[in-house]
């Protein structure tokens, strides 16, 4: 059975620090690796989706890279800022779109 | 953009209550879950539909069932609901059938319920 794991779960850095996100899973059959972020009290939104034979997504501040092999996803936010504050889940996505999730980082940015 | 409505935001039902979480999605997809948030515990499936009338077993499907008559609408049942189920309830949509990939999922806000 998948396992996703996600390391560190808290995380609190000053404005503009570079910071990367971990993740890791156990079974390394999967179909593609999503990054989501989700606000205090509100639903998901995906960020960055690596498909398997991909090795890595950039979008704006945010790079997601993959490997496999080793089971190991990282997030990379450059510069953050304040607005960045949020808890980020990464999910491994499994067949028929399933998705077996992460416990989440929660990253605070102070300014 | 894909909308997902979750039309009940926040509940408060008393142990034994049967509780229906309703979800609405207005792209016509075929996908729809349904997964449960707990602190520390991450997101956890709790039955999935790839088609109107069908339905499937996720991880955590005790004490829950589900019903999808239409293709836009997915609902959660508590037959009998229970302390244990208070949690924050998400559905989401996806525009794929299970045998592709590569493409993303749209969540609802969420419906927070607690079981008194």
């Known amino acids: 059975k998948q396992e996703v794991t996600q390391i560190p779960a808290a995380l609190s850095v000053p404005e503009g620090e570079n910071l990367v996100l971990n993740c890791s899973f156990t079974?390394?059959?999967?179909?593609?690796l999503q990054w989501f972020r989700q606000d205090p009290g509100k639903g998901l939104t995906s960020l960055l989706l690596?498909?398997?034979?991909?090795r890595e997504q950039t979008s704006g501040r945010l790079n997601a890279s993959l490997d496999k092999s080793s089971g190991r996803s990282t997030l990379y936010i450059a510069a953050s800022q304040p607005g960045d504050s949020a808890t980020y889940l990464c999910?491994?996505?499994?067949?028929?779109?399933?998705?077996?999730f992460g416990a989440g980082t929660i990253l605070r940015v102070k300014s | 953009d894909v909308k997902v409505t979750q039309s009940s935001r926040y509940l408060v039902k008393r142990t034994g209550e049967k509780v229906f979480l309703e979800c609405v999605q207005d792209?016509?997809?075929?996908?729809m879950f349904w997964y449960r948030q707990d602190p520390g515990l991450g997101l956890r499936l709790i039955y999935f539909?790839?088609?109107?009338?069908?339905?499937e077993k996720g991880d955590i499907p005790e004490g829950y069932s589900v019903s999808r008559e239409k293709k836009e609408r997915f609902s959660l049942i508590l037959e009998s609901a229970s302390t244990n189920q208070t949690s924050m309830y998400l559905c989401?949509?996806?525009?794929?059938?299970?045998?592709?990939?590569?493409?993303?999922?749209?969540f609802g806000e969420g419906s927070w319920l607690t079981v008194v």
């Open positions: 989401a949509s996806s525009p794929l059938p299970p045998q592709q990939s590569g493409n993303t999922i749209y």
């Open positions: 079974d390394s059959a999967i179909y593609n």
């Open positions: 690596i498909q398997s034979s991909q």
């Open positions: 999910a491994a996505q499994e067949y028929g779109n399933k998705l077996v």
């Open positions: 792209m016509d997809h075929e996908n």
């Open positions: 539909s790839y088609d109107v009338k069908m339905k």
